[in-house]
């Protein structure tokens, strides 16, 4: 399976290099140049965050309050597949009926065709060449950097992932890449692919047009403002379909200097890196994947046929649904764990359609079932935590040590999944032991 990230050692000759502060304030130009921004009356301009990397983020030129718009782009200056299907050379562009191509794909193409094919006379290409040279997202994990997050779902879930890109680019490069040799100039590589892929990925927001549809679209400059830890969007976006107008506005005030900056959502690490390619410290809301696998139902229980079916009916082997957390278990992962311990009476009434969180009053849901539930939920976690190759205080050791600084950032942001990871473990394992004497107090 390692077949598929043979290419990532050799991805940085390829991708241009690190983009300069010259490169964004061309692109700043740019950008307010097409919006009709005045120079005096810009509130945001462009720097990088982290020479190192390379990272650019978005700053206040002058005091923002609450409220206030932050920005303005009309739908000229949003790429999105309809406007590259029908204002762009893709215009010449015939897509295979037999092939479902999603817009993102479209979209994707696109930033293909403008930076390798056309990249001179685009208007886009002073935007593009703005744009980060490479990602920390799943296509761009080499060996070294998967092999850090051993024991973790994440894993295997980054192999599946790359594997599935090399099988879809190997289907466009024949049925779209090759076919439109005119426009595709040179041979399109699967590192390119990825770049592109992960640009739309990383930095599409999903707007509204007049008929209440969903579609993707990249907006400059909005796509530059960097995640802050936190539940609370700092931003409020979204776009006026009759006016053709992308707005967002601050939810909060900035100084003069200070980065601009929103949330992506409340999501745990493992869901950051996958999405965004990033991790932050202390994240409050990691999650803990939970394979399929462990959701037996021992086959001497006599009802075991009718609660694998009801298993299945529910919905509950999805494994990206089954998630354990520090303070919750998702929905799917609670109604397995009750089916799998329902008595004859609770199968019945269907009270494993109500499962209760832990400290929770029962619904109709026996002491005998929230007492195996209970112990299921330690024995997932103390299994699972098995499976790790490293234990979490020797992981906490190393994070804080000078040899993990000097580590490549894939693998630093891989370490502290796992750490997390482990972390959310180790507090089920304490919080439904707790459960456990809590619930054998109340029987007896």
């Known amino acids: 399976m390692h077949k598929y990230i043979f290419f990532l050692f050799a991805i940085s000759l390829v991708i241009n290099a690190r983009r300069s502060d010259d490169d964004l304030e061309a692109f700043s130009d740019w950008f307010f140049e097409r919006t009709h921004v005045a120079k005096k009356d810009q509130k945001l301009f462009l ?53 479902a191509i999603s817009d993102d794909e479209v979209i994707a193409m696109y930033l293909v065709y403008v930076k390798y094919c056309s990249p ?33 779902p994440l894993k295997e879930r980054f192999l599946q992932l790359q594997q599935a890109a090399h099988q879809r680019f190997e289907l466009l490069d024949q049925r779209v890449f090759r076919a439109h040799a005119a426009l595709f100039k040179d041979e399109v590589r699967f590192e390119l692919w990825a770049w592109a892929t992960s640009v739309v990925n990383t930095r599409k927001v999903v707007l509204l047009d007049s008929d209440k ?32 107008l992308f707005h967002a506005e601050a939810l909060t005030n900035y100084m003069v200097g200070e980065q601009v900056m929103r949330s992506y959502g409340a999501l745990s690490n493992g869901e950051l890196l996958e999405r965004y390619g990033l991790v932050v410290r202390d994240n409050k809301v990691n999650l803990v994947l939970v394979e399929p696998a462990y959701l037996g139902v021992d086959p001497q229980d006599p009802l075991s046929s009718e609660k694998m079916a009801l298993l299945n009916e529910h919905h509950t082997t999805k494994a990206d649904q089954l998630l354990l957390g520090r303070k919750t278990i998702s929905q799917q992962l609670l109604v397995a764990a009750h ?20 400290g929770e009053d029962g619904t109709g849901i026996s002491f005998l079932t929230q007492l195996h539930v209970a112990k299921w939920f330690q024995l997932v976690a103390q299994h699972k935590l098995a499976e790790y190759p490293t234990l979490l205080e020797d992981d906490k050791a190393f994070i804080r040590s000078a040899a993990f600084k000097r580590l490549p950032p894939r693998e630093q942001m891989a370490m502290r999944v796992v750490a997390g990871e482990k972390l959310v473990l180790q507090g089920v394992t304490e919080t439904y032991a707790r459960e456990e004497k809590r619930v054998l107090k109340e029987a007896w």
């Open 47 to 99: 720097q990088l965050v982290d020479d190192n990397s390379g990272q650019a983020g978005v700053f206040a030129s002058e005091t923002i309050s609450q409220g206030e718009t932050l920005l303005t782009a009309g739908f000229d200056t949003l790429l999105t597949s309809a406007r590259i299907m029908e204002a762009t050379a893709f215009q010449q562009l015939t897509l295979p009926a037999d092939v």
């Open 120 to 152: 001179d006379a685009n208007p886009w290409a002073t935007w593009i060449s703005a744009l980060p040279a490479s990602f920390d997202t799943p296509l761009f994990f080499a060996d070294a950097e998967l092999q850090r997050l051993s024991g973790s």
């Open 213 to 244: 549809k969903q579609f993707s679209a990249l907006v400059p400059f909005f796509d530059f403002i960097n995640h802050i830890d936190g539940f609370d969007d700092k931003h409020s976006y979204g776009y006026n379909a009759e006016a053709k």
């Open 339 to 358: 089916i799998i311990h329902a008595t004859p009476a609770e199968l019945a009434s269907q009270a494993f359609l109500r499962p209760r969180q832990h």
